[in-house]
């Protein structure tokens, strides 16, 4: 763990290493590795837009185990960066399922949020809500069918 505090701490620290090194796909590597998204979380509320992207997108390639950064991610979805929105998006994309049956109270902004979403300036960002609202339905359907 030492190791990916490192990390953290150089980009929070040097952000122009976010784009010049390896160390983002280390961090990604390190923090899927060691299911420890939670040490994403200072980067993930940074001011800086560079340690953004690169803290959203890594947060984005840990799947389902990004699950625990949905309070972050849920603030980014209004973030005037379209790239930043969308891996945003792309986090709870990959945590559906989690967000389905452990809302936490989260579920209804986030679902808020991603409807707006659809009318998006960007169009990637509008097609990865629509990917999410149509893979809540799925659930929503399927979850309707088991009871």
């Not at 490192?6 to 961090?27: E, F, G, Q, R, Y």
Request: aromatic residues 8%; hydrophobic residues 40%.
């Amino acid at each position: 763990m030492a190791n990916i505090e490192k990390m953290v701490a150089t980009i929070l620290n040097k952000p122009h290493m976010c784009a010049h090194t390896s160390i983002s796909n280390d961090l990604a590597s390190a923090v899927y590795a060691r299911n420890c998204p939670e040490l994403l979380i200072p980067l993930l509320e940074s001011q800086n837009d560079e340690i953004l992207r690169t803290s959203i997108w890594i947060a984005s390639e840990l799947g389902q185990k990004s699950y625990p950064l949905l309070p972050f991610t849920n603030k980014l979805l209004t973030h005037h960066d379209a790239y930043i929105r969308y891996y945003a998006l792309d986090c709870i994309l990959a945590s559906t399922q989690c967000i389905y049956t452990n809302t936490n109270g989260l579920y209804e902004s986030i679902i808020k949020k991603i409807y707006a979403c659809l009318s998006d300036p960007d169009e990637n960002v509008r097609e990865k809500a629509t990917a999410i609202i149509e893979k809540f339905s799925s659930c929503s359907v399927a979850k309707a069918d088991t009871v």
